[in-house]
């Protein structure tokens, strides 16, 4: 569409200028491609920014529903990368979830991984929480499995004290009681197994040594 204003004729001569409406099209180029199929919804509050150099591909086959009580932010300082190889299949969040991605998270999901979890990642149970473990709780320890309990609990199993062939070591200032309806199974390799019957107290006196070759 083009708009021409005559601004002024010197000699019946009229030096016209053209002001004009390019089309922009909306070219394969193009790093951000929605196809007719998918259903994408950004509300108002949502902040959305994506950089020039990220890729943001979403093909026809995906049904992507952001609805208006999540916050979806991405940085610029993310790196988010998602590979034509890659299947990312119908992926929805629900309206009560809040889905936030920090500025200090570096996000890559390359081409040969499906669902990798980086390294910075922890799952840790700190020391300042409370694990308890009630009267009918099964309490099972397997070979490779490393079990602290903190030093508000009376009771410490170290990593040096738990390997996998472990010699279970009890210490005198500990004080460990389990109770009758306590289900305690210490993997095979330890050979310790205390039944519902059995109402085990020790006190802060003695020292309990069980090695490898006991069977308790």
């Given amino acids: 569409m083009r708009l021409s204003f005559v601004l002024g004729c010197q000699n019946a001569v009229p030096w016209c200028y053209t002001i004009q409406l390019l089309e922009l099209d909306s070219s394969e180029s193009h790093n951000l491609r929605i196809s007719e199929y998918p259903n994408l919804r950004i509300s108002e509050s949502q902040n959305l920014r994506i950089s020039e150099s990220q890729n943001l591909r979403i093909s026809e086959s995906q049904n992507l529903r952001i609805s208006e009580s999540q916050n979806l932010r ?4 993310q790196n988010l990368q998602i590979s034509e190889s890659q299947n990312l299949r119908i992926f929805r969040i629900l309206e009560s979830q809040n889905f936030r991605i920090p500025e200090s998270q ?3 999901i390359s081409e040969s991984q499906n669902s990798r979890i980086s390294e910075s990642q922890n799952s840790r149970i700190s020391e300042s929480q409370n694990f308890g473990i009630s009267e009918f709780q099964n309490l099972r320890i397997s070979e490779f499995q490393y079990l602290r309990i903190s ?3 009376n009771s410490r199993i ?3 004290q738990i390997s996998e062939y472990p010699n279970l070591r009890i210490s005198e200032s500990q004080n ?3 109770s009758e309806s306590q289900n305690l199974r210490i ?3 330890q050979n310790l197994r205390i039944s519902e019957s059995q109402n085990l107290r020790i006190s ?3 020292n309990l040594r069980i090695s490898e ?3 308790l």
């Fill in 158 to 160: 170290s990593e040096s």
């Fill in 176 to 178: 460990l009681r389990i």
């Fill in 151 to 153: 030093t508000s609990q």
């Fill in 204 to 206: 802060e006196s003695p």
């Fill in 106 to 108: 570096n996000l890559r």
């Fill in 74 to 77: 991405i940085s610029e300082s």
């Fill in 187 to 189: 993997s095979e390799s």
């Fill in 213 to 215: 070759s006991q069977n």
